[in-house]
């Protein structure tokens, strides 16, 4: 090889390892895991502004102290899952903005469940973003409502929140796709009708990961309601935690930062990569509605 060919070579091979597709250097916005979790030491409210953080490669925690909100990012525009409250979400806004990011980049809006502190700032973000926000179908009526199903075992629990607008219906197993990123929707009904975990892969240059978001799981119901009455709703969160459990899971997020630890391992005294995640996440949910059960029926 001449020098000439050599120094090509070089420079091309250089460039191809500084510019892999999913790992752009962190921007200048986005603030160490460290750093976010000292600004939320002590905040831990669903509202409570929080810097963003990159988790991994091309996925940043842009919500709050107290809730996630993930964006999924790539060339061909980002896909938000979550947007916590509406009193949130201009922070959320500010926070992708602070990241280096067009609000009107962020094509699509995802959700993990119905509830107020992970859908109420959707319709906010959706307008500021003119993302189409795609859902599973038994979401759809509360999402564009704000109303709690009649099938929520939190029926009355949660205030309303302001509506959005459901631009597509999402089947258990289908795949969204928005340029390179294909994220899979899984059906995990239980703690809401529409709860929904998603997973895809994200690469830091050669380095891959499986990433889940795993909805909420918990067995959690106003006064009134009993899960033991609702066998086939119990046959659905079952299989649903079973679906969680077998998910190919490197790294586990989920809509509440203290369900999966995600604080600590921010500041990296927990491991980011846990390949027993998924599995885990799912046991500790099935115990609790096993627990619950049996304290319904007195045992
Ligand atoms: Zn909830
Ligand atoms: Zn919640």
């Avoid at 502190?117 to 189409?132: E, F, K, N, S, Y």
């Avoid at 219906?169 to 928005?178: Q, S």
């Avoid at 106003?222 to 086939?232: E, G, K, L, Q, V």
Wanted: hydrophobic share 45%; net charge neutral.
């Amino acid at each position: 090889m001449s020098a000439k060919a050599a120094l090509l070579a070089a420079m091309l091979g250089g460039c191809a390892a500084a510019a892999p597709v999913h790992q752009a250097s962190a921007p200048a916005g986005a603030v160490s895991g460290t750093e976010h979790v000292a600004q939320c030491q002590g905040r831990d409210g669903w509202s409570d502004a929080a810097p963003p953080v990159r988790v991994y490669a091309n996925v940043w925690q842009v919500g709050t102290c107290g809730i996630v909100a993930l964006l999924v990012t790539s060339d061909a525009g980002h896909i938000l899952i979550d947007a916590a409250t509406d009193e949130a979400a201009p922070d959320i806004a500010r926070n992708i903005e602070r990241l280096g990011f067009k609000l009107s980049d962020v094509k699509i809006i995802l959700n993990g469940h119905e509830h107020l502190d992970h859908a109420g700032g959707i319709g906010a973000l959706q307008r500021m973003t003119g993302a189409r926000l795609l859902a599973r179908s038994p979401a759809r009526a509360v999402l564009e409502s704000g109303e709690a199903s009649a099938d929520d075992p939190q029926l009355g629990l949660n205030p309303k929140f302001p509506g959005a607008r459901v631009d597509g219906i999402v089947a258990d197993g289908e795949i969204v796709r928005l340029g390179p990123l294909a994220l899979t929707a899984h059906a995990t009904p239980g703690h809401t009708p529409g709860s929904t975990s998603w997973s895809w892969r994200s690469c830091a240059g050669a380095e891959c990961r499986n990433i889940v978001y795993g909805d909420s799981i918990s067995a959690l119901s106003n006064d009134s309601y009993r899960f033991s009455d609702h066998p086939a709703y119990v046959a659905a969160f079952r299989a649903g935690l079973d679906r969680l459990a077998g998910l190919g899971c490197d790294i586990l997020i989920t809509p509440h930062p203290g369900a999966s630890d995600l604080h600590a391992r921010l500041a990296g005294t927990a491991p980011l990569v846990d390949a027993k995640a998924c599995a885990r996440y799912a046991a500790g949910g099935r115990a609790r509605l096993d627990a619950r059960l049996a304290k319904e029926n007195g045992r």
